[in-house]
């Protein structure tokens, strides 16, 4: 049996992205079922009782309407809302910097406003086993890579093939280590855990855990809240 987490837990909520597949609405702010879609992200880390504190990253211009949306809905748990950087590795760097006495880390996109507590709970489940684990879905369809002119050059078998996605938890000090030798650009967090030679879990996520990038995922997502399972 895994043994449940006994340390303190920081979560970053990485929102400083631009939305610029939104077609000009800022995706972070857009309602889903009456509620922003950040909203709804923060809403569940500050009740998730295995979360101590929680730092939100966003963009330069959204920082005093996040700090409002904090203060007007009460999220105790916020220590620090800041700008992130150009990259979303440099906005999790930043993060990372804003945590205090923490032994592990969450870390999650502000655009999967579908989380809840049973998600992020698996997650450090599994982290405390292995040091690292990240939610990830199997694929439901058959992946082709293509080559730059658009010839297939390879199926890979199906059973092998896993969508990431967000809560990413991790020992406070490993991802430190992973972003303090990071060299190249990364789509995710566990890719430069992965870059120090360390193991990571996969604990299955959620196939209604989508992020938020296109007009399109709104719609799906609005559906998912009125489906309401």
């Known amino acids: 049996m895994k043994r449940e987490p006994v340390n303190r837990v920081g979560a970053i909520i990485v929102a400083a992205g631009t939305s610029r597949r939104m077609e000009g609405v800022d995706k972070l702010f857009a309602p889903l079922d009456s509620v922003p879609v950040l909203a709804r992200v923060m809403s569940t880390f500050q009740s998730c009782a295995c979360i101590d504190q929680i730092v939100l990253v966003l963009a330069r211009k959204n920082l005093e309407r996040g700090r409002r949306l904090v203060r007007e809905n009460g999220w105790t748990k916020v220590v620090s809302v800041c ?6 590795q440099d906005s999790v760097n930043e993060g ?3 945590l205090t006495d923490c032994q592990w880390v969450v870390i999650h996109d502000g655009a999967r406003p579908l989380v809840d507590s049973g998600l992020i709970e698996r997650g450090l489940s599994a982290a405390n086993e ?4 990240i939610a990830a879905v199997p694929v439901k369809e058959t992946v082709k890579i293509v080559s730059r002119r658009g010839f297939i050059q390879q199926t890979p078998a199906r059973q092998t093939l896993w969508m990431a996605q967000t809560p990413q938890v991790f ?5 430190r280590e992973a972003y303090a030798q990071a060299q190249e650009k990364a789509t ?10 360390h193991k990571v879990e996969v604990y299955m996520g959620s196939y209604r855990n989508i992020k938020i990038t296109t007009p399109e995922d709104l719609t799906i997502a609005r559906a998912l809240c009125a489906d309401g399972r």
């Open 83 to 88: 700008p992130g950087g150009l990259k979303r």
């Open 96 to 98: 990372l910097r804003r």
């Open 130 to 133: 292995s040091g690292a684990a």
């Open 171 to 175: 020992r406070y000090d490993l991802i």
């Open 188 to 197: 995710d967090d566990a890719s430069l855990v992965e870059g120090l030679g």
